[in-house]
């Protein structure tokens, strides 16, 4: 397992040198066996989002069911599932999904598959599939088991990785399938954090760096003719970069985003008194979210919210170092991929609310209206919990051991 130490050392050198404090390994005899710190941040900043969907929703769930707590319901059911989810996920041990990490990905598979047939169709796009109550986007699964088999395929394949082309072009062509039955769907979205999470750990596992930039270029030109030859893509693009210029069209939903901005100020209006959530700014609970944050809160709170998501982040990144000096690569690769996709997916939110990237659809990770998004992360970061506990356990047997 050397190897697998050397592979990360310069990107756990830097992380050392940037942010020693979130990094650092401060575990010792006594402490309690999971990182309160992160749990605590990650159910903060779920109370915080069903306050802020229960304040963006109101408006929206009175015109559509004359209720306007028919959103709020919908959240704390969520909420309730999140708790379930929690519960079966740390029950199982990491090595359970270290083992069944590919027969975990041909499930998620078959459902993708099954979407594009038997799905349930929204505002044109298939994605959800209908289990009795229970409205499952299949894409959400796709992002955390395809991680979750990314670091499976790194540990059993690292020497043929770096070596070969071979062992690297297998996890391509898998992507490449992920993103064929995604597109269908469509959702351009989550092909560009499943590739985003792809380059990285590739990255991270020491590819060859002829393959590795031959990958991001054809990544970029793929994209960029996914663009050009889907209408609606085009224009959300061209809205984006000038959205003043259609303000009742295409750029309606953008020019209403920057106005809640506008009128936050630095403190923001108050809890609940949002104007552009009235009617105005459409998707208000859900993708734009962070606008009404911003209108309510103003840019001290939306300040505050983003160092909670990055500080999720980057304990998450803290954990894959601690797990790589113990020689545990499989849950090294499992937490970098989960920070980072935490991290790229909030940055994509963010900047599609203020203009500075076009519209992708993604929802603002544990704070958006929306029981995938949520539940899938709820299993991702509870598996982190579980790595942490595992590892902080083992630290503890291993000091009884020496002192017995």
Known sequence: MASNEQQLNLFKQGLNWALPSLLSDNSAPGMPLYDRSFLTAIIGLMCFGFVMVMSASMPEATKLTGDPFYFMYRHVLYLVGCVVIAFFVLKFDVSYWEKNSGMLMLGVLVLLIAVLFIGTSVNGAKRWLSIGPIRIQVAEMAKFIFIVYMAGYLVRRHGELRENRKGFIKPICVYGLFALLILLQPDLGTVVVLFVCTVSLLFLAGARIIDFMALILLGVITFVLLVLFEPYRMRRVTSFMDPWEDPFGSGYQLTQSLMAYGRGDWFGQGLGNSIQKLAYLPEAHTDFIFAVIGEELGFIGIIMVLLALF??????????????????????????????????????????????????????????YGGSSLWVMTAAVMLLVRIDYERRLSLVQAVQGRTS
Do not use: D
């Not at 894959?320 to 939110?349: D, H």
């Open 311 to 368: 500080f999720v982040a980057m304990r998450a990144i803290r954990l894959g170092n601690l797990c790589l000096k113990m020689q545990r690569p499989f849950e090294s690769y499992v937490a970098y991929g989960v920070g980072i996709w935490v991290c790229f997916q909030t940055v994509v939110n963010v900047g599609a609310s203020i203009g500075m990237l076009p519209t992708k659809g993604l929802t603002l990770p544990f704070i958006s």
